[in-house]
């Protein structure tokens, strides 16, 4: 399937859709000393497929972890997408660490999930160029 030029740059990868998914350790400064640390799990999700997916929400009714990102994403625009915190704690001990990769992988399986679907649905084969539609 040829893609619009809209559609390409909407779903950000050359090749196909790109996403990505961070963890991210957050101090907290008060007055003059670190008053707490957070670790943080996102995921940033391209435009278009976050579109799609949440277009076929019913064909996704039985996935609870695709239903929470569509719920709780946020647009940032089309240089950040859809943005969705997977996870926040307060740095405790490396236990928290271990439960923010799991968070991540697990937005990582559910992003790949969305994938599968909408490389499906646009014809775009893994590894395989897409071409815009420059009409």
Known sequence: MKLSQTQQEELWGEGGPYSQVRIVIESRILD???SRVFVEAEADI?????KIVEQNRKRFKNDR???QLLDYADYRG????Y????????????HVMRE????AETAKATLIKMYEFVMELLGIDAGEEYTA???
Request: hydrophobic share 35%; charged share 30%; proline share 3%.
């Open 83 to 94: 943005v969705v915190s997977v996870f926040s704690r307060e740095y405790t001990d490396e």
């Open 133 to 135: 539609n420059t009409k």
């Open 65 to 67: 972890r695709i239903q």
């Open 78 to 81: 089309q240089e950040f997408g």
């Open 46 to 50: 391209n435009p278009l497929t976050f």
């Open 32 to 34: 003059d000393r670190v």
């Open 100 to 103: 923010a990769r799991a968070a």
